[in-house]
Every structure is written in structure tokens, then in C-alpha cells.
Nanobody, 124 residues
Framework: QVQLVESGGGLVQAGGSLRLSCAAS????????MAWFRQAPGKEREFVSG????????HSADSVKGRFTISRDNAKNTVYLQMNSLNAEDTAVYYC?????????????????WGQGTQVTVSS
């Protein structure tokens, strides 16, 4: 079992930046592949970025490539999502997720553990 707690969300103007954090606790968090998903009002939850347990492999959705960067610090059991050049379409609840193993997937069902989410609102 692993518990995930997100932080860092908030209200930001278009063009601004935010950094989300996801603190993991419980079973050796560093052995998990981690990812960020988001869900906008009235839309399905979607994959944003993911990173392998070693940090050697990462993947982001096309909609955020070049603007968002995922990273992890296994010593701190924390995953980060640096979000730059935010726009109104990025407004959503952002969720941290974890799955056992080293494979990186974009599908929601591949992830067994989820945080409670943090709201990101971008004003235009």
C-alpha cells in the first residue's frame, strides 16, 4: 500500500507557472511508477505525465509537452509536476497516481493508487 498526497495547486493567471508535489508514504514508494492525471469539469480524467521508478523514462501528453515537466526525488518519496505557460485549458483537478513496477502506462486502469487531487485554476 502507498498513500499519495498532492499539494501546490491554486489560482494562477494565464502564462504563469505552478509546481505540484505528490508525497508518497507507505510501502517503498521508490519502486512505483508515478503519474499525473487531470480532470476538467464535465470531462473524463486524462493522462498528463508519467515517470518510471528510476526517473530514467518519462512521457507527457501532447497537450502539455514543452510546458510541463515531471520529475521525482526518491530520497524524499516525492514526485513533482512543473507547469509553465499555463492556459485556461489546463484548469482541472490534478491527481497523482502510482502503480507497482517499472512500466510506464497512460491508461487510468493501470494505476492502483490515487491521491485526493489538487485544484489548478488558470484565469484568462
Amino acid at each position: 500500500q502507498v498513500q499519495l498526497v498532492e499539494s501546490g495547486g491554486g489560482l494562477v493567471q494565464a502564462g504563469g507557472s505552478l509546481r505540484l508535489s505528490c508525497a508518497a508514504s507507505g510501502r517503498t514508494a521508490s519502486s512505483y511508477t508515478m503519474a499525473w492525471f487531470r480532470q476538467a469539469p464535465g470531462k473524463e480524467r486524462e493522462f498528463v505525465s508519467g515517470i518510471s521508478w528510476s526517473g530514467g523514462s518519462a512521457h507527457s501528453a501532447d497537450s502539455v509537452k514543452g510546458r510541463f515537466t515531471i520529475s521525482r526525488d526518491n530520497a524524499k518519496n516525492t514526485v513533482y509536476l512543473q507547469m509553465n505557460s499555463l492556459n485556461a485549458e489546463d484548469t482541472a483537478v490534478y491527481y497523482c497516481a502510482a502503480r507497482v513496477g517499472s512500466a510506464l502506462y497512460t491508461e487510468i486502469y493501470q494505476y492502483s493508487y490515487w491521491g485526493q487531487g489538487t485544484q489548478v485554476t488558470v484565469s484568462s
